[in-house]
């Protein structure tokens, strides 16, 4: 439980650093949200990629492990 509250809090430390940054360089809060939407869009894209990869293979080795052992 302590390591996923130390995971939350890091990436809620990462957030309000990168919006202060993008306040400090664009000027307003709303730059700062629209340059944020373009990263985490961005992001949540590449995460996708990775999260159907990972269902693909979770799914492959379960139909090996379902058909039995292997001689």
């Known amino acids: 439980m ?15 650093v990168l919006m202060v940054t993008f ?3 664009d000027g307003s809060f709303e730059a700062a949200g629209e340059r944020m939407d373009r990263l985490t869009g961005v992001t949540a894209s590449e995460m996708s990629d990775v999260a159907d990869s990972v269902a693909e293979t979770t799914g ?12």
């Open 2 to 16: 302590k390591f996923l509250h130390a995971i939350i809090t890091i990436i809620l430390a990462v957030f309000f």
């Open 23 to 25: 306040r400090l360089v």
């Open 60 to 71: 492959a080795v379960v139909d090996d492990i379902a058909d039995g052992p292997d001689e």
